[in-house]
């Protein structure tokens, strides 16, 4: 079977970081990925790793460990607008994406 | 630019009618389709996907069907709504594999959505 897990809220300050992380159990695995989704919105693609280590696109960071099965999104200088919910999903390579259930941020001033 | 049309955006209906939310991709071909239900606060559960004109995989029996009449065309139906079909339903697309179906990175890019709300 295939199962992600992930924190289902997060809170953070206005300006902080916050690290959202991922573990997943597959049958299969290509790379894993990040969404967004704002309240009453559609996920939008955030990043992507195939091969260990960091991805950085502004922002936003994401790590991945194959041999831990683990991976995380980094937010840096947090703002109002990040308050959304964020997903995780598996690549297993030639069937569809498998998402995790999301986890919800929520930023405070 | 690729672009993805689902409508409607809202829609309240009576247990026991029939449904029909449609799906359009413009500016690629042979895309990958997919249907998607949310509940409220919850993950994305997968319902169909079709990676070719009339080839359907259904992930989760139910009492939804989908069906893709064109390549750039996704439906998804059902005779008689229950309560349970309440929720946030979500059309995405991913370009086709290199060797055909479900390659790579698999990136999906998804429409607005349709709120249904059976009553």
């Known amino acids: 079977g295939q199962s992600l897990e992930q924190p289902s809220e997060v809170t953070a300050v206005e300006g902080a970081i916050v690290q959202i992380n991922c573990t997943y159990q597959t049958s299969g695995f290509y790379g894993l990925s990040w969404y967004q989704q704002h309240d009453g919105g559609a996920p939008t693609f955030l990043s992507y790793?195939?091969?260990?280590g960091l991805e950085e696109t502004g922002r936003f960071s994401s790590f991945l460990s194959r041999s831990d099965s683990y991976g995380y999104l980094l937010l840096q200088e947090l703002q109002m607008k990040d308050s959304a919910s964020y997903f995780c999903a598996v690549v297993p390579g030639n069937t569809p994406l498998v998402f995790g259930k999301g986890t919800r941020l929520s930023v405070i001033a | 630019s690729q672009t993805i049309h689902q409508w409607p955006a809202t829609l309240v209906q009576p247990v026991g009618s029939p449904l029909s939310l449609e799906c359009t991709v413009e500016?690629?071909?042979?895309?990958?389709l997919y249907w998607y239900r949310q509940a409220a606060g919850r993950g994305l559960q997968l319902l169909f996907y079709?990676?070719?004109?009339?080839?359907i995989s259904s992930e989760v029996p139910q009492n939804l069907s989908a069906s893709r009449p064109q390549d750039r065309q996704f439906i998804l139906s059902s005779k008689k709504l229950l309560l349970s079909d309440s929720g946030f339903y979500l059309c995405?697309?991913?370009?086709?594999?290199?060797?055909?179906?479900?390659?790579?990175?698999?990136?999906?890019?998804f429409g607005a959505g349709t709120r249904l709300s059976v009553l």
């Open positions: 790793n195939a091969l260990d």
């Open positions: 079709s990676v070719g004109i009339g080839q």
């Open positions: 500016g690629t071909s042979n895309p990958n």
């Open positions: 995405a697309w991913s370009p086709l594999g290199a060797g055909g179906g479900i390659v790579g990175k698999n990136i999906q890019y």
